[in-house]
């Protein structure tokens, strides 16, 4: 009966973790989404916006909290921000906890046509 509550518990800890990785990631790949088409930092902006927005979360929920550099595949014109983290739950052993936003860059095009992204 114990381990099964310890189990329920580990889970609900790894939904919460899960979540708040996501919700940085999130906030990161906004911030790549808006910049990568005229910003030359745009990856250094975006791991900062989900390393700040994670810390900003107040969880301590994942340890070795990780923004790798965002990707971008300029062929689908598309980026992406990961957030990874080791979760240290109730149960002996530890699990890591990766999540991933993307989508496609933003870019202005004037009316009368033209312009390009990137």
Known sequence: MLFATML???FALWFDARHAALAAAQAG???ARQEAASNPAWQS???TQATSYYNALGTRLLTSVQ???PALDR???QVS?????RLAGVLPWHMTIAATAGGPVECFRPA???GACG
């Open 67 to 69: 923004v790798p550099p």
């Open 112 to 114: 009368n046509g033209g």
């Open 45 to 47: 902006d975006a791991r």
């Open 29 to 31: 790949d906004r911030i």
């Open 8 to 10: 329920i518990v580990q």
């Open 75 to 77: 062929a689908a014109n």
């Open 81 to 85: 921000v990961t957030v990874t983290g």
